[in-house]
């Protein structure tokens, strides 16, 4: 029996045994979607890997689809994680600082950090040519710090160590020729005891130059200006020298408060 003994139409769905029909008796394309039973193709029916994207409806994969761990970094978009996905305690806010306890795991908002941190602006700074503030809630740079102490001495007229009393400068040390310079003397070599509120030092400025020192405060034989404390005097346009305050020297370590008031001074140093 050939196939042109068989008229078309002819063999109908009874006259076809229960399966007689192979997989290579059937054409390419000829089971179409009406042709497939609902629910008829189940998991084993479909090939690793068949299901591509464009096979996927649009929301059909919901989050009790997607495996735990299996959202790697890759298959995450740059920029798509939020400040409002992020969790509450890894990010410190402002208002948090109060009641914030340090860890490794949370880390500041810009504003937290700034509230939190010194900041070198200039309003918690003062730079050199800042005008000067003394207030505690802001820091010198080391160029103000500097600046702020040739202001300081400029101020006096400037300040000039030497080693004793007979050491004093020949010409007035003062930068403007001027009044208001210190004088500091790092240690007396001869006690002496003033007249009249004076202390003349003979040779006190070299060969033939007399250093006078005035208003020191005067009490019958007592000497006010003592051997081995130093002395720091201001200079004047006209050649005399005021005391201005004393000091210890050389491991002398408390001068009386009687003495530190007449010589017109409120405390060593």
Do not use: H
């Not at 005891?193 to 019958?220: F, K, L, Q, W």
Request: aromatic letters at 4%; proline letters at 3%.
């Amino acid at each position: 029996m050939t196939s042109a003994k068989i008229a078309d139409g002819t063999i109908s769905t009874a006259d076809i045994g229960d399966g007689q029909v192979a997989t290579a008796k059937l054409a390419a394309g000829s089971v179409v979607e009406t042709k497939i039973a609902n629910d008829a193709v189940t998991t084993s029916k479909i090939a690793a890997g068949a299901v591509t994207q464009l096979e996927l409806a649009l929301d059909s994969v919901t989050a009790d689809k997607i495996a735990d761990d299996a959202v790697t970094v890759d298959k995450i978009q740059d920029g798509q994680i939020t400040v409002a996905k992020m969790d509450g305690s890894a990010v410190v806010t402002n208002g948090e600082l109060s009641t914030f306890t340090a860890n490794d795991t949370s880390f500041f908002t810009t504003l937290a950090s700034d509230g939190r941190y010194f900041r070198q602006d200039s309003t918690e700074t003062i730079s050199s040519g800042d005008a000067w503030s003394g207030d505690d809630s802001r820091i010198a740079t080391t160029g103000a710090i500097d600046a702020r102490i040739v202001d300081l001495v400029e101020e006096v007229g400037g300040f000039v160590p030497i080693a004793n009393e007979t050491s004093f400068p020949a010409l007035n040390p003062d930068v403007n020729n001027g009044a208001g310079t210190i004088v500091s003397v790092s240690a007396i070599g001869t006690a002496r005891t003033p007249s009249s509120g004076t202390v003349t030092i003979t040779d006190g400025a070299g060969t033939g130059n007399t250093v006078t020192i005035t208003g020191v405060g005067d009490e019958v034989g007592s000497p006010w200006i003592s051997k081995s404390i130093g002395e720091q005097s201001s200079g004047s346009s006209s050649g005399s020298i005021a005391p201005c305050c004393l000091r210890p020297y050389a491991g002398l370590t408390m001068l009386t408060n009687t003495l530190l008031t007449k010589f017109g001074c409120f405390g060593g140093g």
